[in-house]
C-alpha cells in the first residue's frame, strides 16, 4: 500500500494484531484509509492518538490517550492545539434534562500545568456554583422561625409572647398617650370661660384641640358656653372638626329663646361622638357657635379622642 511502513518485528501489541506497523500519520480519525494490514497502527494528528487496523475497523490502542466510555448520546471530543489538549463533553439529551452540572475541561501545559475544570456560575436558568456574593446572600438570611402556640403572638423583639391586655390596651391618664394601643386616649381641656377663638356672632370658633397619630380614633366633647351679659339672638352650637373655623364640623345645635344671663351663668353642651380613619397626624377640634346681636359671649371646653384601631 502506498506511503512508508515500518516493521517493529513479530510479536504483536496485546491487542489481537499480528506483526506491528507504523504508517504514515493522517490528519484525524476521519483521514483514516478504509483498509490496511492487520496490525499497522496509524497516528492521529489532531489528538495525538494512535489506532490499529484489526481487519474490519481502526481500533484506539492503549499507548495513545486512554480511551474514554461512554453511553447513549454522550460524547467526547478532545483536540490538542500548541500542546494543549482540550476535551469537550457533550451530553445526551436524556442527562442534560436531568439537570447534569456541565463544565468545561482542559489540560494545560507550561506555568500553567495541569488540569483545569471550569463550572459556570448558577443563575435562574443554570445549574452552577455560587459566586461569594450569592453566599454572603445566603448567609445573612434570618433564620429559620420555630412555631409558637394558637395563643401567642410574634413580637417586634422577635420572640412569640402571650397575648395579655396590657400588651395592646393603653393604661394611660389621656395626659401621655401610649402610641399605637388600643383605647390610647388623648384629651385638651380649656377650663375657664374666654372670647378668645369664638369668631364673629354666626361664625365658628375653637375652643380647644388635640392632634391625633395616624389611625382610627372616636372624637367628642363637651363645650362650655356662657353669655357674659350678651344678649343671644338665636342659638348656640358646638361641635368637632379638623378645621379651627368649623370647616365640615359635625354640628350639635342647642336653640334656646333670646335672653341674657347674668356673668356667672353658662351651660354644657356635648358635642356628638366622631369617628374619624386618618392616615397621617391630624388636628382636630372642639368648635363653637354664638349668634348674638349684643356684648361678648364667652366659652370653654373639653376635647377627647380614644384610638379603636
Not at 474490519?56 to 500542546?83: F, P, Y
Not at 390610647?184 to 364673629?200: D, K, R, V, Y
Request: aromatic residues 8%; contains cysteine; negative net charge.
Amino acid at each position: 500500500m502506498a506511503g512508508t511502513h515500518i516493521s517493529l518485528g513479530g510479536g504483536g501489541d496485546g491487542s489481537g494484531g499480528g506483526s506491528i506497523y507504523y504508517g504514515d500519520p493522517v490528519a484525524n480519525f476521519a483521514a483514516l484509509p478504509g483498509t490496511a494490514q492487520v496490525g499497522e497502527h496509524r497516528l492521529t494528528l489532531d489528538t495525538g492518538s494512535t489506532y490499529w487496523w484489526d481487519g474490519a475497523s481502526w481500533q484506539l490502542t492503549r499507548s495513545g490517550v486512554n480511551q474514554t466510555q461512554h453511553s447513549d448520546t454522550d460524547s467526547i471530543d478532545m483536540t490538542v492545539t500548541n500542546g494543549v489538549v482540550s476535551s469537550d463533553l457533550k451530553i445526551s439529551a436524556d442527562a442534560a434534562t436531568a439537570s447534569f452540572l456541565k463544565a468545561t475541561t482542559t489540560i494545560k501545559s507550561g506555568a500553567n500545568a495541569g488540569l483545569h475544570v471550569e463550572l459556570p456560575y448558577a443563575d435562574t436558568d443554570t445549574i452552577g456554583v455560587l459566586t461569594d456574593t450569592d453566599w454572603d446572600t445566603f448567609n445573612n438570611k434570618e433564620p429559620a422561625i420555630a412555631a409558637g402556640t394558637v395563643d401567642q403572638y410574634y413580637r417586634g423583639d422577635k420572640s412569640f409572647v402571650t397575648h395579655d391586655i396590657a400588651s395592646i390596651v393603653a393604661t394611660t391618664d389621656g395626659s401621655a398617650p401610649a402610641v399605637g394601643k388600643i383605647n390610647e386616649s388623648l384629651s385638651a381641656t380649656q377650663a375657664t370661660n374666654t372670647a378668645t377663638g369664638i369668631g364673629a356672632t354666626g361664625t365658628w370658633g375653637a375652643a380647644t384641640s388635640v392632634s391625633l397619630t395616624a389611625g382610627r380614633w372616636i372624637v367628642r366633647g363637651v363645650a362650655g358656653l356662657s353669655e357674659q351679659t350678651a344678649n343671644l339672638s338665636d342659638s348656640l352650637q358646638c361641635g368637632i372638626s379638623d378645621s379651627a373655623t368649623g370647616a365640615g364640623i359635625s354640628e350639635f345645635n342647642t336653640t334656646v329663646m333670646p335672653c341674657l344671663i347674668s356673668g356667672s351663668s353658662d351651660m354644657l353642651i356635648p358635642t356628638p361622638a366622631v369617628f374619624v380613619n386618618i392616615s397621617s397626624t391630624t388636628t382636630y377640634y372642639l368648635n363653637t357657635k354664638f349668634t348674638y346681636d349684643a356684648g361678648t359671649p364667652q366659652h370653654r371646653g373639653k376635647i377627647e379622642a380614644i384610638r379603636i384601631g
